[in-house]
C-alpha cells in the first residue's frame, strides 16, 4: 500500500530563515505530487503541483518554490521566510486521472 | 459566487444522532466529488469519493450528490464521539490528480457522548 510521509512535523523559524520542508511516498510510481498550505479560517490552498521529475507547476506567485529531485520526493522551500507564511502544509499525492488526492500527515509551521 | 460553498459551523450533536453535512458549488462542469475528514492538526484523510450523481453507502456513511441541484451530503448515522473532526468537502471537473481540486472550507463536527 502507498505511504506519505512528511518532515518535520512541527517547526518554529524566525522571519527571513530559509525553509526546507520534504515530503516522499511509498509503493508507487510515477505519482502526481502536490504542496497545499491550510490557513486558519481560509480552507486549503493549492501553492505546487508536479506530473513528474523537475515539472513544477505553481498556482500562487509569492516568495515559496518547490522541486521534485526524484520520482517520489517532493520539496516545498523559501529563501526568506514571512510572518505570512506560517500555517499547516500539506503533501498529496494520486496517480490516474480519475483518481484523487491523497494526503500526508502535514507539517505546522510558524514564523516569528 | 465562490465555486464551492460550506457551513464552517461548529455543529455540536449528541451521540447517536445522524448528521448532515452539506456543501452547494456553482460550476456545472464538475463530474467529481470526495469527502474528507480531518482531525486536529492532521493531513485530511479522503472518505467517500463519487462521480457524478447518486448515492454512494459506505458504512456508517453515505455520500449524495445533486447534479441538478449543484448540491452534495455526506450523512453519518449512528454519529460517534470519535466522529468529531471537520469535514471538507471537494469536487473537480476530473478526478483530482490535475491539480484543479477545489476545496469547501470545512465544517467542525462535535459529537458529545
Known amino acids: 500500500s502507498q505511504t506519505i510521509h512528511q518532515w518535520p512535523a512541527t517547526l518554529v523559524q524566525p522571519v527571513g530563515s530559509p525553509l526546507s520542508l520534504e515530503c516522499t511516498v511509498e509503493?508507487?510510481?510515477?505519482?502526481?505530487l502536490y504542496w497545499y498550505r491550510q490557513a486558519a479560517g481560509r480552507g486549503l490552498q493549492l501553492l505546487f503541483y508536479s506530473v513528474g521529475i523537475g515539472q513544477i507547476s505553481s498556482e500562487v506567485p509569492q516568495n515559496l518554490s518547490a522541486s521534485r529531485p526524484q520520482d517520489r520526493q517532493f520539496i516545498l522551500s523559501s529563501k526568506k521566510l514571512l510572518l505570512s507564511d506560517s500555517g499547516f502544509y500539506l503533501c498529496?499525492?494520486?496517480?490516474?486521472?480519475?483518481?484523487?488526492?491523497?494526503f500526508g500527515p502535514g507539517t505546522r509551521l510558524t514564523v516569528l | 459566487q465562490k465555486e464551492v460553498e460550506q457551513d464552517p459551523g461548529p455543529l455540536s450533536v449528541p451521540e447517536g444522532a445522524i448528521v448532515s453535512l452539506n456543501c452547494t458549488y456553482s460550476?456545472?462542469?464538475?463530474?467529481?466529488f470526495m469527502w474528507y475528514r480531518q482531525y486536529s492538526r492532521k493531513g485530511p484523510e479522503l472518505l467517500m469519493y463519487t462521480y457524478s450523481s447518486g448515492n454512494k453507502e459506505d458504512g456508517r456513511f453515505t455520500a449524495q450528490v445533486d447534479k441538478s441541484s449543484k448540491y452534495i451530503s455526506l450523512f453519518i448515522r449512528d454519529s460517534q464521539p470519535s466522529d468529531s473532526a471537520t469535514y471538507l468537502c471537494a469536487m473537480s471537473r476530473y478526478g483530482g490528480s490535475q491539480g484543479n481540486l477545489i476545496f469547501g472550507k470545512g465544517t467542525k463536527l462535535s459529537v458529545k457522548p
Open positions: 498529496a499525492w494520486g496517480l490516474s486521472r480519475i483518481d484523487t488526492q491523497y
Open positions: 460550476n456545472s462542469a464538475f463530474q467529481y
Open positions: 509503493g508507487t510510481s510515477n505519482p502526481n
